[in-house]
């Protein structure tokens, strides 16, 4: 079974978690392992039905773009630059997918993985220095999820 800290807990930080359970990561809502697809398709997935679920706060939601262009044409020099050009404009490695601002004003951060997906050592770093941070593994408890701290 997974941890679920809700934000209106009287807990210094907050971390929500999908667990592994035998060999699969379990849709908490159906009990049914997710269907697979990669991290950007998932990313996607819960923007658009995040935007269709809360019109009200459609601008609260903000994607953190900080992964490399991994086009099968880019060549290692323009990987090289753009990781320049990255470090330079202060993108940095290990912040969260999702900043969920709720109505009071606080930063809501959320890390989507799909399945087989872990948590890197700079994503680690970045969960303990926010107050809420949140490790989604899929849809329905990403929309619950926005629905508690919205509310």
């Known amino acids: 079974m997974g941890i679920f800290s809700l934000p209106f807990l009287p807990y210094p930080k907050t971390l929500a978690v999908i667990t592994f359970q035998k060999g699969n990561y379990i849709n908490q809502v159906t ?9 950007l398709q998932f ?26 262009d991994n086009h099968p044409r880019k060549m290692p020099k323009d990987r090289i630059k753009q990781l320049g050009e990255n470090a330079s404009t202060g993108v940095r490695p290990g912040i969260s997918d999702f900043v969920l601002i709720d109505p009071a004003g606080d930063s809501h951060w959320i890390e989507l993985k799909v ?3 872990k948590q890197s ?13 949140y490790l989604v593994f899929d849809l329905e408890t990403f929309i619950e999820l926005c629905r508690l701290i919205l509310k």
């Open 121 to 133: 050592t700079e994503q680690k770093a970045f969960q303990e220095i926010v107050r809420h941070y």
């Open 31 to 39: 009990k049914t392992p997710y269907p697979t697809m990669n991290e």
């Open 43 to 68: 990313q996607a997935k819960c923007a658009k039905t995040y935007n269709e679920a809360f019109p009200k706060y459609r601008n609260n939601l903000y994607r953190i773009k900080n992964e490399l």
């Open 115 to 117: 399945e087989g997906g």
